[in-house]
């Protein structure tokens, strides 16, 4: 099975940062996409930014310029370094990621797992 685990969400000032993690664990045999998200109440789910396991980003955007997406490959981590955070990015921040695990019985399974959340409030 996956383990995913986000941390690094606050309570921040206008103009301040916070830097998200998206850590994933267990029986990986490759770790494809890997996605923030964010939902703030009574507001849809949308796509911040994306990172391809080549690399390749994508952003929001209403967060382009100010948020950058990376990943450590050695560590099967992805971070989401937030700067001049501002009050309409209050939301919960939720990771996906599409993943191959191996079974315990050995079999490739391919899915996509959402972590649970951290959430952000921008607020003076």
């Known amino acids: 099975q996956v383990q995913l685990v986000e941390s690094g969400g606050g309570l921040v000032q206008p103009g301040g940062s916070l830097r998200l993690s998206c850590a994933v664990s267990?029986?990986?045999?490759?770790?494809?996409?890997m996605d923030w998200y964010r939902q703030a109440p009574g507001k849809e789910r949308e796509l911040v930014a994306g990172?391809?396991?080549?690399?390749?980003?994508n952003y929001a955007d209403s967060v382009r310029g100010r948020f950058t997406i990376s990943r450590d490959t050695a560590t099967n981590t992805a971070y989401l370094q937030m700067n001049n955070l501002r009050p309409e990015d209050t939301a919960v921040y939720l990771c996906?990621?599409?993943?191959?695990?191996?079974?315990?019985?050995?079999?490739?399974?391919?899915?996509?797992?959402w972590g649970k959340g951290t959430p952000v409030t921008v607020s003076a």
């Open positions: 996906k990621i599409d993943v191959v695990y191996k079974e315990t019985m050995g079999e490739f399974v391919a899915m996509k797992y």
């Open positions: 267990g029986n990986i045999v490759s770790l494809n996409d």
């Open positions: 990172i391809s396991n080549g690399g390749n980003t």
